[in-house]
C-alpha cells in the first residue's frame, strides 16, 4: 500500500506559506495540520472499507450489496472530488483527494 495519508506538495506547500506569513499563528497551523490530517484519515479509511467491502461482494456473488457499496463509493468520491476547504484562525487550506 502507497503512503496514501501523506498529503500532496500542493497541500504541504500552501501550509508552508501559511506559516511563514508575518500574521502567522502557531496555533492555526497546527489546528490546519490536525485537521488535513483527520480529513485525509477519514476518506481514506472509508474508501478503503468500501473497496474491501465491494470485492467481498464480487466474491459472494451478493448484487444487491454490490450495488449499494458501489453506490456509496461513488456518493463519496462525488463528495471529495472538488477537494475539501478547511478555515481556522482566518487561514484556509484546500486538501485534494484522489
Known sequence: MS?????????????EIIKKL?????????SLYAQAVLEYSLYYTKKDQLLEAIDESLVSKDKER?????????ILKEEYKSGKTIYDYGFKLHLTFQ
Open 3 to 15: 503512503n496514501q495519508f501523506a498529503m500532496d506538495n500542493e497541500v504541504l506547500k500552501q501550509l
Open 66 to 74: 454490490f450495488m449499494t457499496l458501489t453506490n456509496e463509493y461513488k
Open 22 to 30: 508575518q500574521k502567522r499563528s502557531q496555533a492555526a497551523v497546527y
